[in-house]
């Protein structure tokens, strides 16, 4: 059947009925449009979301996490204390007012000849008369390469006894072996540049190899051992070591150094990885009964008998978080930290040991305060992630206080794990020089030539006499000089 004409359908229909069509009409779009709304509202938190974990990401430095300086983007002017986050002073560059500066004198320089360890020319500028002279001086180096013939004779039955080191007919002196260990420990210098360096240097001839070099090493490594196991004995007997580690690279697979560090030695460790099964490995910890200072290393608790957190990266943390979050209580925990921190050195520098009962119970207070308007702020806080790391952020700070607080009850302990840090800096500067290391040997024996060579530093004793020491066959004394 044919439809009917539009004018008899509209006449089939009243007024109150379009009406009501009208209304169900209108209701469908309009909870189309809410539903549409409501999407577009979750998208739009979503990527708020997403735009604020994003700008996060970018806005992440070495002022604010642990990341290193080397990752800080370029882009900006960065100021020598960009690195290290410290506060900018009134002071003038330089040294200060009262600083000693440490140029040579004459009668330092007529000390030195008086001793006898130094060649003594003397060089006249003009016509030599009897009348006076000014004299001043000039210190240098003369490199001169030795030959020394080394005549062995046999024995009263005839039998030729050969010294280890003389094996080969020809050979390379300590003093040699010393500068290139020297050069690849503190100079961070590639074997093939030593080698050429030192080829140079003499003037002449010199026949020094790549592979004669890496032989230096790998002799002074194994021959450091009785030094290194000595070392890891003393540090055992101190009240408080620092710790940690960095990753490196073994065979194009991702390996550990860990340092040991304490004011009198540094002992650096070749780790697989910084597991507990691998740190059972090191006799040093596993023996350990002091206090270990570190950077949350959950690991490291069940080795020693304390454990201190380091400050410094929890600052850090909390920079990173008023950036994120905007919320004060993170600005007023780095105000409390720092003010405990100046108040201990202000003890210290008048000679006191501890800070009086009442005054560590009111810094006890001002810290969980903080947390509880941290904790209280966190409600409030708009991007969940931000929210996320905050709440993790005073969990821990909960959690571990007693750890991050132990520099009030023992000056001791220190505020911080800066001086592990700075002995891993060594390592890093060895990776970006190199790349990594080609096989778990030659991470080893790094790690042993830098423990002989940092401890030495340390001690205020000759580098050079404590190389030559072991190559001799002895255990580094690290006579003071």
Known sequence: MADKPIEEVNKSVTASERIAQLEEELAREKASHAEDVRILTVQIKEALEEIARLKSMLNNNSNNTSLPPSTDRSGKEKSANRYNGRAKSEKKAGGQAGHR???????????????????????????????????????????????????????????????????????????????????????????????????????????????????????????????????????????????????????????????????????????????????????????????????????????????????????????????????????????????????????????????????????????????????EQNRKTAYQHAKRREAALLNRLDKYAENHLLFLHRFDVPFDDNMSERDLRKAKNRQKMAGGFRKPSGLDMYCKIMTVLETAKRKHAGIMDSIKKIFSGSPAVFQTV
Request: proline letters at 1%.
């Open 101 to 375: 500066g440490k140029t040579l004198t004459k009668a330092e320089v007529a000390e030195k000849l008086a001793s006898g360890q130094y060649k003594h020319e003397v060089i006249e500028i003009g016509e030599r008369r009897d009348g006076p002279y000014v004299t001043k001086y000039e210190l240098d180096l003369e490199i001169t390469p030795v030959i020394r013939e080394i005549r062995i004779y046999a024995d009263m039955d005839e039998t030729l006894r050969l010294p280890e080191r003389y094996y080969s007919d020809v050979t390379y002196g300590d003093m040699v072996k010393a500068l290139a260990l020297h050069l690849y420990g503190i100079g961070v210098m590639s074997n093939d540049r030593i080698a050429g360096f030192l080829n140079e240097a003499s003037g002449v001839d010199f026949g020094l190899s790549e592979g004669s070099v890496y032989g230096f090493c790998t002799q002074f490594a194994w021959k450091a051992e009785a030094t290194v196991e000595s070392l890891a004995q003393e540090q055992e007997k101190e009240s408080v070591l620092c710790t940690d580690a960095t990753c490196t690279t073994t065979n194009g697979k991702r390996s550990y150094i860990r340092c040991v560090s304490s004011e009198a030695a540094v002992i650096f460790y070749a780790m697989e990885s910084k597991a507990i099964a691998a740190l059972k490995k090191i006799d040093l910890l596993a023996n350990y009964q002091g206090i270990l200072m570190h950077d949350h290393e959950t690991a490291l608790y069940h080795f020693g008998q304390g454990h201190a957190e380091c400050n410094v990266h929890i600052l850090r943390y909390l920079r990173k978080n008023m950036e994120d979050t905007g919320n004060e209580w993170s600005e007023s925990m780095i105000a409390l930290l720092t003010e405990m921190n100046g108040a201990r050195k202000a003890l210290i520098a008048a000679g006191k040991d501890s800070f009086e009962a009442e005054e560590i119970h009111k810094y006890k207070e001002m810290y969980a305060k903080t947390i509880e308007e941290g904790r």
